[in-house]
């Protein structure tokens, strides 16, 4: 039984039409991640803040899962060891493709969060500032993201199927946000990896391989070599 862990990043869901953070025309390329991205930024400009992610969350109803988010949830449903998606990304493309075995470290979109109670509910529609929390009606919800800074989620989960792993492939990141960019050095000495990406990543050099183009194509046939042995 070959345990099996697969790291996303932004890049997979590129040929949904969703940008990417570091690419040209990326978000970070457009918009400063200290303006938007830290508990600061919040705290600061929360109208700016849950602004840019009800445009983000509405983006959502625009993009279709592609081939490899389908891919992937096919690996999942037919792998025979156990298996763990742990993506970066805060869109849902990963659970319409199908996928379930699967942590989202750094929060969704379609969610909120209550700073006050800490109750998180699922959420569509855009988040006008001091909306009441659903479950004790406090005005303080929140996206329930990641920010910089702030400890990404199911950490212990996650490192406990590194520490498991048997096969890691990593997938359109730039492995230069931590702590996801560690996990290839993180794994056991005998677990194979392989990075998945148009452009070698900042932490290429600790796989054991690189396939390089885009992951709505690389995906699928890295599926099928996985399942079918060819
Ligand atoms: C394709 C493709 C195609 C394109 N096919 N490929 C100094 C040193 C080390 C660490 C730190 C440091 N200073 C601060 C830190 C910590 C900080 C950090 O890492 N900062 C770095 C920038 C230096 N990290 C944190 O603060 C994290 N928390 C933390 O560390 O807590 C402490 C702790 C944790 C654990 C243990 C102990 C302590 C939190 C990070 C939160 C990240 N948040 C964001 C934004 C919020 C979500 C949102 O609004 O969407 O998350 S930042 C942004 O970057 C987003 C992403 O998830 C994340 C990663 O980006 P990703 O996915 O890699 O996208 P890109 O754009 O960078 O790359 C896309 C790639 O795809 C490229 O390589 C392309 O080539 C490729 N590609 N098209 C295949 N078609």
Redesign the pocket.
């Known amino acids: 039984m070959t345990n099996l862990v697969v790291l996303?990043?932004?890049?997979?869901s590129?040929?949904s039409g969703l940008?990417?953070?570091?690419?040209p025309g990326?978000?970070?390329r457009r918009y400063r991640?200290q303006d938007?991205?830290t508990p600061e930024a919040f705290a600061r400009d929360p109208e700016l803040v849950l602004g840019?992610?009800d445009a983000?969350r509405a983006q959502l109803a625009e993009v279709e899962p592609n081939p490899?988010h389908l891919a992937l949830a096919r690996l999942e449903r037919e792998w025979p060891g156990e298996f763990l998606l742990v993506?970066?990304?805060?869109?849902d493309l990963h659970a319409r493709a199908g996928s379930r075995a699967m942590i989202q470290?750094?929060?969704a979109?379609k969610r909120v969060r209550c700073q006050a109670c800490g109750a998180v509910h699922e959420w569509a529609a855009a988040l006008p500032r001091a909306t009441p929390c659903p479950a004790c009606a406090a005005p303080r919800l929140r996206?329930d993201?990641?920010?910089?800074?702030?400890?990404?989620m199911d950490?212990p989960r996650i490192m406990a199927a590194l520490e498991d792993a048997d096969l890691f492939v990593s997938?359109?990141?730039?492995?230069?946000?931590?702590?996801?960019?560690g996990f290839v050095r993180m794994l056991p000495p005998h677990a194979r990896s392989i990075e998945?990406?148009?452009?070698a990543?900042?932490v290429a050099d600790g796989f054991d391989e690189l396939r390089q183009?885009?992951?709505?194509v690389?995906?699928p046939a890295l599926v099928e070599e996985l399942l079918c042995g060819g």
Not at 87 to 91: F, I, K, L, S, Y
Not at 213 to 216: D, M, S, T, Y
């Open positions: 996303t990043g932004a890049g997979i590129a040929e940008a990417t953070f570091r690419d990326g978000l970070w991640p938007l991205a840019w992610y983000r490899a993506t970066q990304n805060v869109d470290m750094h929060g979109l996206p993201i990641v920010w910089f800074g702030e400890m990404p950490m997938i359109g990141t730039s492995g230069t946000v931590y702590p996801a960019a998945v990406n148009t452009e990543s900042a183009g885009p992951a709505g690389l995906v």
